[in-house]
């Protein structure tokens, strides 16, 4: 099974960093200016073989080209007011990944908006409830707390089964996807940059392809048409952190001053 995933989060008006998704510096890095984002979805809508969502993701894929994904993690106020609408404009239908603790609060997609999302054909998943730094340190009780409450709000909402979830700041684990899946999840997207999907008990777990403020739509671009050597070169990069996560551990973390990716 195979899939090409672009991970974004919020989508700005120019220099207003702070007004969708969680504040500061380190969190802008991982923010579209609008302009930008409207550069990548054309340059992405050119080169992708096949857009989909998640539910179309199949053991025996049909040959062609892999399905990409467009998927939208923190559940910034911009999902609804900009990037929901582009993305319908140009033909596709994403996927928001929700805090569920930040529903309502400033910045954030309110609880209607969200129902809105889901009527619209897009797709809601869960991002935990908290956003933990690192969720594959979270003790059991928390890890299952983080799953199972943040599901079970979005199905309150949604008054359906809520399957999906991606993994906050790509603080992946197996433990993470056993506790997804126990709480019901059936896709997991990760930050792993790979188009490979794994399955843990009965969860599949899907990478994801960053794209942060300054990677330019040519390279989204290049990632959705399969251009094996960029993949690689995001491969490489993630490597690379993650052992510098396992040398530096929480100074790393302190160092980056963030919680998320
Ligand atoms: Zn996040």
Redesign the pocket.
Known sequence: MRALSLLY?DVVEPGDWDASGFPGSAAATYKLERRAFERHLAAVSAAAGRRGTVQQLAAAPPPGPPLVFLTF??GGASAYGCIADLLEGAGWRGHFFI?TDYLDAPGFVTRRQVRDLAARGHVIGS?SCS?PSRMSRCRPEHLREEWTRSTSVLADLLGEPVRVGSV??GAFSRRVAVTAAAAGIRRLFTSEPTMRCDTVDGCVVIGRFLLRSNTPAEVAAALASGKLGVRLRQLWFWNLKKVAKAVAGDAYLALRRTV??
């Open positions: 989060h993690d923190d805090t991002h956003h906050p700041n998320y990716d």
